[in-house]
């Protein structure tokens, strides 16, 4: 499977950006699909992840009320709608996929196989 994600820019604080990652080699919506992001500095965190059975979202505390995973099937793309965007919320975001990922690992990005190649995401004050 191939990822390509795009969408990242610079917002001020209050802004909205829509992340896209886009697949190819295999069929999205059967695999368990999520966002991740990297601050400066920072070690890699979970930020949102759509389950592959039943399409249920997971999120991290830190984005929920505020960020929404979707997917677009017919287009094989998933993607990350973030409202009322922070200074914190500065990062490089990636997504990631994995066709047998367990429902208990999603927030996990060791278990995650592929990969996109990540898109900035910068947020003034």
């Known amino acids: 499977v191939q990822l390509q994600a795009f969408g990242g820019g610079l917002v001020q604080a209050g802004g909205s950006l829509r992340l896209s990652c886009a697949a190819s080699?295999?069929?999205?919506?059967?695999?368990?699909r999520a966002w991740f992001r990297q601050g400066p500095g920072q070690e890699r965190e979970f930020v949102a992840a759509m389950w592959r059975s039943t399409g249920n979202t997971y999120y991290a505390d830190s984005v929920k009320g505020r960020f929404t995973i979707s997917g677009d099937n017919a287009k094989n793309t998933v993607y990350l709608l973030m409202n009322n965007l922070r200074p914190e919320d500065t990062a490089v975001y990636y997504c990631a996929t994995d066709p047998s990922i367990i429902l208990s690992s999603v927030r996990m990005s060791s278990q995650y196989e592929y990969w996109g190649q990540g898109t900035q995401v910068t947020v003034s004050s």
């Open positions: 080699g295999r069929t999205f919506s059967r695999q368990t």
